[in-house]
């Protein structure tokens, strides 16, 4: 099987979610979606993850992206874990619910499509010695192409901030032409995308400034 790459359309799979029995591509329509995985139910770190998700739910909405979990574990055991998540993110951090499907991938069908099994680290391992997935984030676009792959270790949470951050500059590079340097967050200056000549960039961005032949900054497209 080809190696997923920046650029390559994300399989498409039938799967069983807490949600209902979904096609990824129909699921997927025009929105732009995230893809997220877990080891396990009833993990220490994801459960804090999966209700962060949940809590920011309405940020993505708004970013028109859709979420979608998955774990190596059944429907029955996924919805007992839904009701940790929920109860643990509304002690923490207010009311939570978890809305948005997870797909049940005990066998690791979807887990082995996406790459996502830990076969280098023999003690993260089912009772049966299949590996577990690895903690994974895909982002992936419109046009069903999959535009960032983040792999956490089972000790590091994700940082959903980052993954709203690259969704940000994502689509708005996807809009103007421009790119995001270092650090950008929304509202900060922007790049001017090279592919644009000096005539083109003063025509599109006439107050943008040039520290470098190369790097030329403006401020953020409305």
């Given at each position: 099987?080809?190696?997923?790459?920046?650029?390559?359309?994300?399989?498409?799979?039938?799967?069983?979610?807490?949600?209902?029995?979904?096609?990824?591509?129909?699921?997927?329509?025009?929105?732009?979606?995230?893809?997220?995985?877990?080891?396990?139910?009833?993990?220490?770190?994801?459960?804090?993850?999966?209700?962060?998700?949940?809590?920011?739910?309405?940020?993505?909405?708004?970013?028109?992206?859709?979420?979608?979990?998955?774990?190596?574990?059944?429907l029955e055991s996924h919805q007992?874990?839904?009701?940790?998540?929920?109860?643990?993110?509304?002690?923490?951090?207010?009311?939570?619910?978890?809305?948005?499907?997870?797909?049940a991938d005990a066998d690791r069908?979807?887990?082995?499509?996406?790459?996502?099994?830990?076969?280098?680290?023999?003690?993260?391992?089912?009772?049966?010695?299949?590996?577990?997935?690895?903690?994974?984030?895909?982002?992936?676009?419109?046009?069903?192409?999959?535009?960032?792959?983040?792999?956490?270790?089972?000790?590091?949470?994700?940082?959903?901030?980052?993954?709203?951050?690259?969704?940000?500059?994502?689509?708005?590079?996807?809009?103007?032409?421009?790119?995001?340097?270092?650090?950008?967050?929304?509202?900060?200056?922007?790049?001017?995308?090279?592919?644009?000549?000096?005539?083109?960039?003063?025509?599109?961005?006439?107050?943008?400034?040039?520290?470098l032949p190369y790097l030329r900054?403006?401020?953020?497209?409305?």
């Amino acid at each position: 099987m080809p190696a997923l790459r920046l650029g390559s359309i994300a399989p498409d799979f039938s799967a069983e979610t807490t949600a209902g029995p979904i096609k990824f591509h129909e699921w997927l329509g025009d929105s732009w979606a995230i893809l997220f995985s877990h080891p396990a139910d009833f993990t220490p770190v994801c459960t804090t993850e999966l209700g962060e998700v949940a809590r920011r739910a309405p940020e993505f909405a708004q970013r028109g992206v859709k979420l979608i979990g998955l774990s190596a574990n059944g429907l029955e055991s996924h919805q007992d874990w839904i009701k940790d998540i929920n109860s643990y993110g509304s002690q923490a951090v207010g009311p939570t619910d978890v809305q948005f499907p997870i797909i049940a991938d005990a066998d690791r069908k979807v887990a082995t499509l996406y790459d996502m099994l830990d076969a280098l680290d023999a003690t993260n391992v089912d009772a049966k010695g299949i590996p577990f997935t690895v903690r994974t984030v895909f982002i992936i676009d419109p046009k069903k192409i999959i535009r960032l792959t983040l792999s956490y270790p089972a000790a590091v949470g994700r940082n959903f901030d980052e993954i709203l951050r690259v969704v940000d500059a994502l689509q708005l590079g996807d809009k103007a032409k421009v790119v995001t340097p270092v650090n950008w967050k929304q509202g900060g200056d922007v790049i001017v995308h090279a592919s644009l000549n000096d005539q083109q960039a003063k025509e599109l961005f006439p107050d943008h400034t040039k520290p470098l032949p190369y790097l030329r900054f403006t401020k953020q497209p409305n």
